[in-house]
C-alpha cells in the first residue's frame, strides 16, 4: 500500500504542476511565500525522516532531499497515517487541504483517499458514463457554464469535508485526550440522541 501510495504521490505532482521536480510545492498552492516554501521544506524533510530514519537519509539525501521524493513521502504517509502527519508536518497539511479548492486533481485525490471518490458520481445518459474527465461530463450535460459551476460546487464541498473530517479529528482528540475510555464516552452520547 505504501508504495501504492507513494507513486501516486508522484503521479498528483505530475498532474497538478505538469512536471516533476521543478515546481513540487506548487502543489501547496501557487505564489507561496519563500518563508512557507521553506517551513514546508522543512516539514517534509522531517516526515521523510521518520519515514527513512536519520542514517538512510543522511546516506542518500541526494536521492531523499529532492522535491519530488520528499512530496511523494509526505502523500505516502496522508494516505497511510494521516493523524500522525498532521503532528509532523502540520502546515504542510493545511496547505494541502486549502489548496483541494482550487485543485480538481487535488480534491478527487482526497477522494479517493477517503474511499468517497464515486459518492458524489452522477449517473449520466448514454455514452456520458464513459467520460473520464467528470467536468468534461458535466458541461456536456448542462452545457459550458452551468456545467462548470456544478462541477466547481462539487469539488468545493469535496474539499471542505475532507477538510472538516481533518479539523473534527484534531479537535475531538484535543477535547478528549485526558479521558480513558472514550468508547463509554460515545455510547452514551449515542444513547442520549437515540432516546430524544
Known amino acids: ?21 521543478k515546481n513540487t510545492y506548487d502543489v501547496f498552492g501557487k505564489g507561496l511565500s519563500q518563508d512557507v516554501k521553506d517551513t514546508l521544506h522543512d516539514e517534509l524533510v522531517k516526515n521523510t525522516i521518520e519515514i527513512v530514519g536519520l542514517q538512510e537519509y543522511e546516506a542518500k539525501n541526494e536521492y531523499y532531499g529532492q522535491h519530488t521524493e520528499l512530496l511523494a513521502r509526505f502523500l505516502q504517509r496522508h494516505f497511510t497515517e494521516p493523524m500522525k502527519l498532521e503532528t509532523v508536518a502540520p502546515t504542510a497539511s493545511e496547505t494541502f487541504l486549502k489548496n483541494a479548492v482550487n485543485s480538481p486533481a487535488i480534491s478527487e485525490y482526497l477522494e479517493a483517499v477517503n474511499g468517497t471518490i464515486d459518492s458524489l ?24 457554464r452551468a456545467g462548470n459551476r456544478a462541477y466547481n460546487t462539487i469539488i468545493r464541498r469535496n474539499a471542505l469535508q475532507a477538510r472538516s473530517k481533518s479539523v473534527f479529528e484534531k479537535e475531538l482528540k484535543a477535547k478528549f485526550k485526558d479521558i480513558k475510555n472514550i468508547e463509554g464516552v460515545f455510547r452514551a452520547i449515542e444513547a442520549t440522541l437515540k432516546t430524544e
Open 1 to 21: 500500500m505504501e508504495v501504492l501510495a507513494h507513486e501516486l504521490g508522484h503521479a498528483l505532482e505530475y498532474h497538478v504542476t505538469g512536471t516533476t521536480n
Open 121 to 144: 458520481q452522477l449517473k449520466f445518459p448514454g455514452s456520458l458514463n464513459f467520460v473520464q474527465d467528470r467536468k468534461q461530463a458535466f458541461q456536456r450535460l448542462l452545457g459550458e
